[in-house]
Each structure stands twice: as structure tokens, then as C-alpha cells.
């Protein structure tokens, strides 16, 4: 191995530099999460070991977990440039962009899911609605979930090439083939165990940018004297009250927008419906505990700012130079957004910190993608392969089929990461064409799950004419880029804005036409909708379970910990 | 064996990897306060590593200590 270790030792071209201690510090996370695989593998050998982790993890696992799925580095870093380039309006993805749909997870969704007993997303739209809608949503996220993971990874090679100076093609297949193996080897359990390690190497990795930055600031009003004072006439530290106009604040969106569109249909489509995430929870082992966890990952969710959009913060207030955008960057050889995040990480880490710092951001990055394919897995076998392909094989079959698919699901991901290396114009179209299905599934399992009227007509058509409204409005601006002024109600409105509008009207036309052909189809009858629908269901009470024990009791404390954080930073 | 029944816990895994990562960064730092390494950071004169360093130390005794297998029996 000398070569490989003078190769990662030199870092020619990199940001940063690593020493010995830091390379000591990357090496051993990686042995420890192959580890954590090895050992599991014994463990998963029935489809509820390898798909739902036994149905057996605590509510901190499992909603660590939840979370960690989350945090991708490309998260970390990316809403980190946000942070630099629009101020603290970025947190509004952390919090009325997750913590709402978070509790309403936990407190309306979770029951259904799990008492449906449902392996998935789709395969709850299957009991709900049946094989159409099941097909539709199975097909579109598993394709829509390699391809999201391979852009990850190359982006994630790319950060890695620009910051510590290693060549992609290493990146890409080392760590790439360490999540295929750990995954592979003990399933859901070993992504969920290696997602909560993950969780507390973010954690302990990025805390000391913040802590050091505001030292270095004098606190939170130093820090603000110094961005007043460096970026004069601009507002970047208060959350809401530059909402009132598309131009009064730098991302050009208004509260609307940002209320309508992120904070209702887009957060809960995500956290509600999107597998990834659902999954962790689903593998929780009681339904208390399934309740718990959504809130767990809520109220460190609420946190992820500190980590995150503090230090794009604290780079517009101590950093020497401006970032630019990446195109000025390239030409100027200067640094561009992306880079605030690494860039404070050299600023305040030495050697051996610096490596726990890169590990951070490696575990930020397997995570997500131990999610992705774990997900993809656990759809691809139980809705795609055994509902439409091989209906009557045994169990262990389904368990080699997912493990394959894990396999299979990494190797895809490589070949998009590559593909995306050659056209890097995919990119746009893959992240666009996955927030198609996000929105329209939420109205669609929210109707299946509140409303018993919706039938299995209204709820495939509801799916279908939404995600075709939503390509369809896409298109639109592409071809006649003055067409935003009718998606985003605003000429002035900026890409963000304009995913929000759009998932807003996709969502409405998910819904109007769900409830339309609802009323013109013939209704299940309700003996069908036992366990599946609000109205048809026995919900287990908790009258008796004392009150700091129960789940609405620790929401309404996150709630009020929201509302808290949206007041002081207005 | 059903999982519940084994012996070691996530928690223990995650302990000994903070202790190692204690180990090395409390190490590393020693290092650099003793002027040996080099110290071309904002607030060096912190010893961010060192502390942090010793802060991995104790969380990492503390979730080895409370999930040791030999506690879990």
C-alpha cells in the first residue's frame, strides 16, 4: 500500500492537506463500519432481517437513523454555500421545512404505516389503491433512487477531488464498494447501526466550526456586527422578515413560497412518503416507539443549523476573501460557495481533527447512500420482483434477490456517476424529475389515509395526473421561460421558488383529481380499509401511559422549541 | 440467535471508535503543544485538539463503560 498511501499523503492538487494521524482517522472508520457489516451478517437471514431490521430497533435508533438517511454531505455542504450565499433564509429547510411534517409523521401517518404492517411506501399504496398505484410509485422511485444516488457520488468524488485533491475514480469505487459490502452483508439492520455511527461522527466531526467560528466572532452579535460590516446593505441573519417581497431577499421567494410550497407540500412529501426516510422508521419495534422516532429525529433536525448554516455564517463574517459562484470561480481561480464548509473546516482543524472533520463528511456521504440503496432494495424485491415477476418463492429467495439488488443498485450508481461525469446537464434533469414524484405521492397516500371516500381509480389517477402536471410545468418554463411568471406568480422568482410553486400546483391537481374520479368510482368497502384509513382503524390509545412517556406530549415540546427558534431569529 | 439476544450493542461499536478517534486527537494535540506540529490555524493558542481531543476520550469511556458485553449478560 505505500503507493496509495503517498498518493492520499501528497493530495496534489487539494484544499487541504492530510497528515498520517488524519489518514489513521479515515482508515479506521473504515474498518469499523465493515465491521459492524461482518458482524451483522449472521443476523439477517429472513426478509423482515434484511428489509426491516427484524421490526426490532429502539425509537433512538431508529430515528437517528431517520435522520442520518438524511444527512448526505452533499447536505452539509451544499445548504452550508446556501447559508453563505442567501443567509439564514437556508435553515428554513431544517425547520418549518422538516419539523412540521416531522411531528405529523409521527402523530397522523405512523400509526397506518405500521399497523398496516406494510414493507413499504409502495407497498402501502398497493393495499390502499391497489397494483396500479403500487406499479407507478415502485417504478418511478426505484429508478429515481439509483440515479439520485449515483449523482451523489459523483458529486461527492468531485468535492473530494477539489478538496483534498483525490482522483475521483478512487473516491467513487472505494467508498462506493464499502456501503455495497456492509449493506449486502446485514441489510437494513447494518445501513440503520452504520447510519446511527455516522449520526455521532457528523456531529463530533463538524461541532467544532461553529464553536471555534463564534470564539472567534465574539458570539452571535459579533458575528453579526462583522457580516454587517463586510456585506453592507445586505440581510442574512433574520429568517422571515425579508419574506415579504420575491426581491427583498437574495433568493428571491417569497413567504408563500416558502410556507405553501417547502413547508407543506414539499417537507411532507419528503418526510412522509419518501421511502428513504420512511423505512428507518417502519423498523421500529413497537408502534410507540415508531411514533417516537420521527420526534427523536425532529428535534436533533431542529439542531442540524448549528452544524450546518452557522459556519456558511461565520464564513461571510471572518473569511478574508468573498466566495463566488463556481462558474467565477473556475475563471477567476478563486473559491466558489461550495467550498465555505471545508474551507472553515482548514481554517480552524490541525492534524488529527482535520481527519475526524473528513470523516464527517464521508460518513455524511455513505449514509445517504446506504439509505438510497437499502430503500431501492427493499422496493425492487418486494414491489417490483416478487409482486409483477416471481410471486411464490420462498423467503430466503426474496433475501439473495436483496442482496444482489444492493449490488446491482451500487453498480448502477457508479454507472450514473460516470455517465453524469461525460453530461453533466443530467444532473438538473434527474434532481428535477425526482421532485416530479414527491409532491403528487403525498396527496395521494394523505387522501388514502384520511379520506375512506378516495378509491383505487382516483388515488392511480390522483398519482399519474399529478406527476404529468408536474413534468408538464417543468417543460413549460424550459420552453418559454416567461411562463414563471404563471407557475411562480412572480418573473422575478429564482429556481428554488419555482420547485416550490410547482410542487404546490402538482400537488392540487394530485388532489383535485383524486377527489373527481373518487366520486365517480365505486368506493372500497370499509371492511377492506381495516388498518389502512383514518375512520376504519383502531388507533391504540395511550390514556394510560404516563405523560412524559407519550408521543404527543415530546411533539408538543419540539413544537414549541420551533416556535421559539422561528421567534428569536425572525 | 435472535438479535436482542446478542451480547454486543451499536452503542459499545460507537464507544470504542470514539475512544481510538480520543486516543489519536488528544495524541495529535499533545503533539502540537509541545511545538512540534505545525500551527497554522485561527486560535491555535485554543488547543482545540487537544481539548476535544480528551472530550472524545470521556464520551467514548462513557458509552464503552455502560454497554460493555460483559454488562450486557
Known amino acids: 500500500m505505500p503507493s496509495l498511501l503517498s498518493f492520499l499523503l501528497v493530495a496534489p492538487s487539494g484544499l487541504i492537506s492530510l497528515g498520517a494521524v488524519d489518514l489513521a482517522v479515515i482508515a479506521i472508520y473504515f474498518v469499523v463500519v465493515l465491521a459492524i457489516g461482518f458482524w451483522l451478517k449472521n443476523q439477517a437471514r429472513t426478509g423482515d432481517d434484511f428489509f ?4 426490532e430497533m429502539t425509537a433512538w435508533i431508529a430515528g437517528l437513523s431517520f435522520l442520518s438517511a438524511n444527512l448526505g454531505s452533499l447536505e452539509l455542504m451544499g445548504w452550508a454555500a446556501a447559508a453563505y450565499q442567501y443567509g439564514i433564509i437556508a435553515s428554513h429547510w431544517y425547520w418549518i421545512g422538516a419539523i412540521p411534517a416531522m411531528l405529523f409523521l409521527a402523530l397522523v401517518m405512523m400509526p397506518f404505516y405500521y399497523i398496516s404492517k406494510t414493507h413499504s411506501v409502495p407497498g402501502y399504496l398497493q393495499l390502499r389503491f391497489g397494483e396500479d398505484s403500487r406499479a407507478l410509485s415502485a417504478v418511478s422511485f426505484g429508478f429515481m433512487t439509483v440515479l439520485m444516488s449515483g449523482i451523489n457520488m459523483y458529486s461527492m468524488a468531485l468535492v473530494m477531488k477539489v478538496v483534498l485533491g483525490w482522483d475521483i475514480n ?3 469505487w472505494v467508498s462506493s464498494i464499502t456501503v455495497a459490502i456492509y449493506v449486502a452483508l446485514g441489510g437494513l439492520r447494518s445501513a440503520i447501526f452504520n447510519e446511527v455511527l455516522q449520526f455521532m461522527l457528523i456531529w463530533l466531526g463538524a461541532l467544532v466550526i461553529p464553536i471555534v467560528g463564534l470564539l472567534e466572532a465574539g458570539g452571535w452579535d459579533g458575528m453579526v456586527a462583522r457580516i454587517q460590516q463586510n456585506w453592507p446593505g445586505g440581510d442574512y441573519t433574520h429568517a ?16 408563500t413560497g416558502i410556507v405553501l410550497g417547502l413547508g407543506w407540500v414539499i417537507s411532507f412529501g419528503y418526510w412522509t412518503t419518501d421511502f428513504l426516510v420512511v423505512q428507518r422508521v417502519l423498523s421500529a419495534k413497537d408502534l ?18 448549528f452544524i450546518v448554516i452557522l459556519p456558511g455564517l461565520l464564513g461571510l463574517a471572518v473569511l478574508p476573501f468573498k466566495l463566488t459562484g463556481e462558474d467565477v470561480a473556475v475563471a477567476t481561480g478563486g473559491h466558489s460557495y461550495n467550498e465555505v464548509l471545508p474551507l472553515m473546516l482548514a481554517r480552524y482543524c490541525g492534524p488529527g481533527l482535520m481527519g475526524l472533520g473528513i470523516t464527517a463528511l464521508i460518513a455524511g456521504f455513505m449514509s445517504g447512500m446506504a439509505g438510497n440503496v437499502s430503500a431501492f432494495a427493499t422496493v425492487w424485491t418486494y414491489d417490483i420482483y416478487r409482486a409483477f415477476m416471481k410471486k411464490d418463492a420462498d423467503d430466503r429467495h426474496y433475501v439473495a434477490m436483496g442482496r444482489w439488488c444492493t449490488i446491482l443498485g451500487v453498480l448502477v450508481s457508479i454507472g450514473t456517476a460516470y455517465l453524469v461525469m461525460q453530461f453533466k446537464s443530467i444532473m438538473d434533469y434527474v434532481q428535477a424529475l425526482f421532485s416530479f414524484f414527491i409532491a403528487p405521492l403525498f396527496g395521494t397516500v394523505l387522501l388514502g389515509m384520511l379520506w375512506k371516500r378516495a378509491t383505487p381509480k382516483g388515488g392511480f389517477w390522483g398519482l399519474l395526473t399529478g406527476t404529468g402536471a408536474s413534468i408538464a ?3 413549460w418554463v424550459k420552453a418559454d421561460p416567461s411562463a414563471l411568471r404563471y407557475i411562480a406568480l412572480s418573473p422575478n422568482a429564482k429556481d428554488m421558488a419555482e420547485n416550490m410553486y410547482r410542487a404546490l400546483w402538482s400537488w392540487i391537481v394530485c388532489v383535485l383529481v383524486t377527489v373527481v374520479v373518487s366520486y365517480l368510482s365505486k368506493p372500497k368497502p370499509e371492511s377492506e380499509l381495516v388498518g389502512l384509513v383514518y375512520g376504519c382503524t383502531e388507533i391504540p390509545s395511550e390514556a394510560h401511559v404516563p405523560l412524559m412517556q407519550r408521543p404527543v406530549f415530546w411533539a408538543a415540546a419540539v413544537a414549541v422549541v420551533f416556535l421559539i427558534l422561528q421567534i428569536r431569529f425572525w | 440467535m435472535s438479535f436482542h439476544d446478542s451480547k454486543y450493542s451499536i ?3 460507537t464507544g470504542i471508535l ?3 478517534y480520543g486516543v489519536l486527537i488528544t495524541g495529535a494535540g499533545i503533539y502540537n503543544y509541545s511545538g512540534y506540529g505545525s500551527r497554522d490555524i485561527v486560535l491555535s493558542e485554543l488547543h482545540i485538539d487537544l481539548w476535544w481531543g480528551l472530550l472524545l476520550l470521556v464520551i467514548g469511556a462513557i458509552y464503552c463503560w455502560f454497554y460493555l458485553p460483559a454488562r450486557r449478560k
Do not use: E, Q
Open chain 1, 288 to 305: 410507540r416507539a415508531a411514533k417516537m422516532a420521527p420526534i427523536i429525529g425532529a428535534s436533533f433536525k431542529m439542531m442540524v443549523p
Open chain 1, 170 to 172: 478512487f473516491s467513487i
Open chain 1, 473 to 475: 410545468m417543468w417543460a
Open chain 2, 18 to 20: 470514539l475512544l481510538i
Open chain 2, 11 to 13: 452503542w459499545f461499536f
Open chain 1, 240 to 255: 422571515w422578515s425579508t419574506l415579504g417581497s420575491f426581491t427583498a431577499n437574495p433568493m428571491g421567494i417569497h413567504w
Open chain 1, 52 to 55: 426491516l431490521a427484524g421490526r
